[in-house]
């Protein structure tokens, strides 16, 4: 870090920050306020700041280099629960998983499965959008988000929404940031929608050497009358295999297995199901655990899925996809990319979209994308470059 700059941070900041191993310098505010006059300080100065809560997710778009860091993870804890009321406002930087603790003790939960629970933070998880099988039932997590506190990037402390559902008006802003890796505004504290955690869950597997006939099989429960919680397609050069759970009284899933198995029939599967660990929806986590190799996110309807996840088995890849059309598709060679297995993904995803998670992009940012940034951060001082485009 330039002496200069250094030197400034010391007299005129007012809070304290420690250097990293690269010569950061790290500020970890606790409280919204002191969010607002580190970024006041920041876009004063024309400093670019990245907005870092875990970490997790840190890969995922262009590496952000800056002189000043604003570290989320002190603010934690949940700040009201009112579970009459099925709402919850949490601090962004709370773990995932110490939330949904808080929330269990009311039998209560934010019905989302993100990657990494107990590791990734609540502003983390909204930043980059990340929602997994429970999409199916419960919505993406735009749906369950009904108020938000946010910094925006000259200092203001903006709220968007509400605290009770019934009662939310004015524009959806918190939308706007949901996925907009901090370049827009620094998530200070989120309200959430409630579910209640079922009582009685069952997974099951079922698995075939083709895609075609579980691809028929799953969108039969999708048509169907089943209580579906999660339903994934997952796709290796081993085997193509479906999961799907359940979420009813136990009564309901004696009867519910048996028009599993007639469905499966009908789809043309032999192949019995098979009882499954509740983890298994977590398992396009291991894509992305893995070292090195190329990840990319697409979108895609629901009739595209076996086909598509047979495209990537036979350009060398492996894909877990949500029953709502998500995949997420990894290529162990990078230097396959983005030729052939790129151009399979695009012929899967149709009129889907395809993000780049692991590899860089180069696709220039959209007109909208570039006016909006400037209406919300004039300096670009936001995490610059992280968003896909350069943004």
């Keep these: 870090m330039p002496p200069a700059i250094l030197e400034d941070l010391r007299t005129s900041l007012g809070l304290p920050f420690v250097l990293n191993d690269e010569g950061r310098a790290i500020v970890s505010p606790q409280t919204t306020e002191q969010v607002a006059l580190v970024t006041r ?3 004063d100065r024309k400093l670019n700041l990245e907005i870092r809560g875990a970490g ?6 262009n590496p952000v280099h800056t002189h000043l860091i604003l570290d989320t993870t002190s603010l934690t804890g949940v700040q009201s629960h009112s579970w009459q009321d099925l709402t919850a406002t ?4 709370t773990p995932w998983s110490t939330m949904q603790q808080a929330l269990a003790q009311h039998h209560q939960q934010v019905a989302l499965d993100p990657l990494w629970p107990t590791r990734a933070t609540v502003g983390g998880i909204i930043a980059t959008n990340d929602s997994g099988a429970l999409r199916l039932k419960y919505g993406s997590l735009r749906d369950l988000i009904i108020g938000m506190t946010i910094v925006l990037a000259d200092g203001t402390i903006a709220k968007s929404g509400g605290k009770v559902v019934k009662n939310v008006a004015g524009y959806d802003l918190h939308k706007l ?3 907009a890796f901090g370049t827009l505004g620094i998530i200070a504290d989120v309200t959430f929608r409630l579910h209640p955690l079922p009582s009685y869950t069952l997974a099951l597997t079922i698995t075939a050497p083709t895609a075609e006939n579980l691809g028929k099989l799953l ?5 169907s009358q089943l209580s579906t919680q999660s339903l994934q397609l997952r796709a290796t ?3 193509f295999a479906l999961d799907i759970q359940l979420a009813t009284l136990p009564e309901a899933l ?3 297995s048996a028009t599993l198995e007639a469905l499966a029939k009908q789809s043309g599967l032999t192949a019995p199901w098979q009882p499954a660990p509740d983890t298994i929806f977590a398992t396009r986590q291991h894509l992305l655990d893995q070292p090195g190799g190329a990840v990319f996110k697409a979108t895609m309807l629901p009739s595209a899925i076996a086909q598509a996840s047979a495209e990537i088995v036979n350009s060398g890849g492996s894909a877990v996809t949500q029953a709502t059309g998500i995949m997420f598709a990894r290529f162990n060679n990078p230097s396959q990319t983005p030729s052939p297995a790129l151009t399979a993904l695009v012929k899967a995803a149709g009129n889907g979209s395809i993000t780049v998670l692991r590899q860089p992009s180069h696709t220039p940012a959209s007109i909208l994308a570039q006016t909006i940034k400037s209406k919300f951060d004039p300096h670009h001082i936001l995490n610059p470059g992280h968003f896909p485009g350069g943004l």
Excluded: F, K, P
């Design 90 to 93: 949490v601090s962004a930087g």
């Design 219 to 223: 969108l039969s429960i999708l048509n």
């Design 56 to 61: 997790t997710q840190s890969t995922w778009g």
């Design 41 to 43: 300080y920041a876009n």
């Design 177 to 179: 940031m949901t996925g």
């Design 237 to 239: 050069r081993e085997t």
């Design 254 to 256: 004696t009867l519910q």
